[in-house]
């Protein structure tokens, strides 16, 4: 990931937080449990995204009706070993990382809707661990961030609290993305209502974040 799609991601879940609906959600896709082919992934998961989960969160019953908030990346790789080629038949282990805001009251209607959701856009599942979801509470969700950035081009690495990982081919889409709410137009409005500057803040955020948390500990993720 470049300069711009990783500072993006380092400063989503500050962005959710602006806009009252924080990150608690963690979900873990892989392709490789469902008949979807690899190369058509991306393009899958944005279905899911926008023909059903954007709807799902806009029609919320009880009050709880919210704007989808989320940012995604995916990986190619298994064991630290990405794959580099995606030929027809090639072995991959391509796997989305979402997440995403779900009100607490709603966790066991988001996870049935959404294992349908997977079973529509790949065409079936085929594998039970093909799905998994977590909670992250308030304090471990820099860390979950921080383990998603894991794909960043070392350039950027030390600069935006990441570790560097190649993590494999990603064909059809793109690697990572945030909702319109968290991306850089929305949060550069939002800097400039709150008099924040980041050229000259990052390096003050970026030393009080490495004291405060490791990027590493994502390595207890359960990642595919």
Known sequence: ???????????????AERVGLPFNAHVTINFAGTRCDPREAPLAFARLRGNFHQKWAARLGGGY?????????????????????MAPGDPHNVHVHWLLHVPATARHDFEMA?????????????????????????ADVENVSAYLRKGTAPPWAAMYCAVAEPQGIIVGGRRSGTSRNLGRTARMAADRAHGINRRTNLAALHDRRRGERSPSHGATMGAP
Not at 1 to 15: F, I, N, R, S, W
Not at 69 to 83: A, G
Not at 114 to 138: K, M, R
Request: glycine share 4%.
């Open 65 to 85: 009706a919210h704007t989808a908030t989320w940012l995604y990346v995916f990986e190619n790789v298994r064991d630290k070993v990405p794959f580099l080629t």
């Open 114 to 138: 959404l294992s349908e959701w997977v079973e529509t856009v790949t065409g079936g599942i085929v594998e039970p661990t093909a799905i998994l979801v977590t909670y992250p509470d308030a």
């Open 1 to 15: 990931m470049g300069c711009k799609a990783t500072q993006t991601l380092y400063y989503a879940a500050t962005q």
